[in-house]
């Protein structure tokens, strides 16, 4: 499971550092893809196995569902950590989460989102606004803490 929050930078030729936290339960090798609200995610390959079989289970005769496969499977890209624990984000998911320097990678249970530090302040400006409401709908669902 992956949880907390890390900063770094990402350098001009797009390497960026991943926690050894992080690093640990990734592997090697792991896959990166567009994101929800900006963000990059990462999933272990294991993990990227089950998205892949649910994408692929989808029927393509649906506009909703092709382009859901296109967002994640046509920008997914599998990276590798080299030996000073970097990866090489590719251009256009750099260009996408606009990550040009300080970036922040965060756990959330079965995958990391990787955001460029500004969009992540401003995203987490509004859910501080918005918790309280989303909190009582989350009651409303059955979902309590």
Request: hydrophobic share 40%; charged share 30%; proline share 2%.
């Amino acid at each position: 499971m992956f949880m907390g929050e890390y900063n770094h930078t990402i350098d001009t030729k797009g390497r960026l550092i991943i926690p050894s936290k992080f690093r640990d339960s990734l592997g090697e090798e792991f896959v990166i893809t567009k994101g929800m609200e900006g963000c990059l995610f990462a999933y272990d390959n294991q993990e990227w196995q089950k998205i892949e079989e649910k994408l692929g289970g989808l029927a393509l005769n649906k506009k909703d569902n092709r382009q859901i496969v296109r967002y994640f499977l046509g920008s997914a890209a599998c990276v590798e950590v080299d030996k000073q624990g970097r990866i090489l984000v590719p251009p256009a998911l750099r260009t996408f989460a606009q990550l040009e320097k300080d970036v922040v990678l965060v756990g959330v249970a079965t995958h990391i989102e990787i955001w460029s530090l500004q969009k992540w302040q401003e995203i987490n400006a509004i859910a501080d606004e918005e918790m309280e409401d989303i909190s009582e709908r989350m009651a409303d669902l059955g979902f309590s803490l």
